[in-house]
């Protein structure tokens, strides 16, 4: 890995950060619960955000209190998600110009996901917004999800940067502490309509930002 203090690397999540997702897995998550006769809120859709689906699946069969077979439940999950996103999904607002500009400072672009690496394929493409990185790594690549630092590990290895030099941009408690556990000390917390702007900052993040604003950020620091 390379040392001298200027940023070369930017790494983004993607649900919630590049995408509007959050509300897209609510709407399915919603539906999925309410099938089963359960509620679904805000306050337990923040217990599984940022967890790798082989994880936070059961997980949330456990808080929705379902009596069914994993196997079922993700099946019903897949297919109403399936659903949702190929209806609703969209870029969040100004990330195409932070992507753009980011490349323009010749700096690395990096993806680390917890999402599928077919899922988070697919969306991309939809969008446009795969050919902008030059490397990707997807939950299904590593073999313990955020907040362990896994997925960064793996990332900063691909990039062949110093984690001081790296900059990254995460909306949720886990993929903050999963980057700082693998030495990224500028963490920015993404801040939307479902997550918990207090649990950004008390899990390390060194400032809030919209989507919006990720441009501005990025100009200030690179």
């Given at each position: 890995?390379?040392?001298?203090?200027?940023?070369?690397?930017?790494?983004?999540?993607?649900?919630?950060?590049?995408?509007?997702?959050?509300?897209?897995?609510?709407?399915?998550?919603?539906?999925?619960?309410?099938?089963?006769?359960?509620?679904?809120?805000?306050?337990?859709?923040?217990?599984?955000?940022?967890?790798?689906?082989?994880e936070?699946?059961?997980?949330?069969?456990?808080?929705?209190?379902?009596?069914?077979?994993?196997?079922?439940?993700?099946?019903?999950?897949?297919?109403?998600k399936?659903?949702?996103?190929?209806?609703?999904?969209?870029?969040?607002?100004?990330?195409?110009?932070a992507?753009?500009?980011?490349?323009?400072?010749?700096?690395?672009?990096a993806?680390?996901?917890?999402?599928p690496?077919?899922?988070?394929?697919?969306?991309?493409?939809?969008?446009?917004?795969?050919?902008?990185?030059?490397?990707?790594?997807?939950?299904?690549q590593?073999?313990?999800?955020?907040?362990?630092?896994?997925?960064?590990?793996?990332?900063?290895?691909?990039?062949?940067?110093?984690?001081?030099?790296?900059?990254?941009?995460?909306?949720?408690?886990?993929?903050?502490?999963?980057?700082?556990?693998?030495?990224?000390?500028k963490?920015?917390?993404?801040?939307?309509?479902?997550?918990?702007?207090?649990?950004?900052?008390?899990?390390?993040?060194?400032?809030?930002?919209?989507?919006?604003?990720?441009?501005?950020?990025?100009?200030?620091?690179?």
């Amino acid at each position: 890995m390379k040392g001298g203090g200027r940023m070369e690397a930017v790494i983004f999540d993607m649900d919630g950060v590049l995408m509007d997702t959050e509300p897209l897995y609510f709407e399915a998550y919603r539906r999925v619960a309410e099938s089963y006769g359960k509620p679904y809120t805000e306050e337990i859709h923040r217990k599984i955000m940022g967890v790798p689906e082989r994880e936070g699946l059961p997980i949330l069969m456990e808080l929705l209190d379902i009596d069914d077979s994993l196997e079922n439940f993700r099946k019903k999950v897949h297919e109403e998600k399936r659903r949702v996103f190929s209806e609703l999904l969209k870029e969040n607002p100004g990330v195409r110009k932070a992507l753009e500009f980011v490349k323009k400072k010749g700096l690395k672009l990096a993806l680390a996901t917890s999402t599928p690496q077919k899922e988070a394929i697919e969306r991309l493409e939809k969008l446009k917004l795969k050919d902008f990185f030059d490397v990707m790594v997807f939950g299904d690549q590593v073999k313990r999800g955020k907040p362990d630092p896994e997925i960064y590990l793996v990332t900063l290895e691909k990039l062949n940067v110093d984690p001081k030099e790296v900059i990254v941009f995460e909306d949720s408690k886990s993929g903050v502490e999963a980057a700082l556990g693998a030495g990224i000390e500028k963490v920015y917390g993404v801040v939307h309509s479902l997550n918990d702007a207090q649990a950004l900052l008390e899990a390390g993040a060194i400032q809030l930002v919209k989507p919006e604003d990720i441009l501005r950020v990025l100009r200030e620091v690179l």
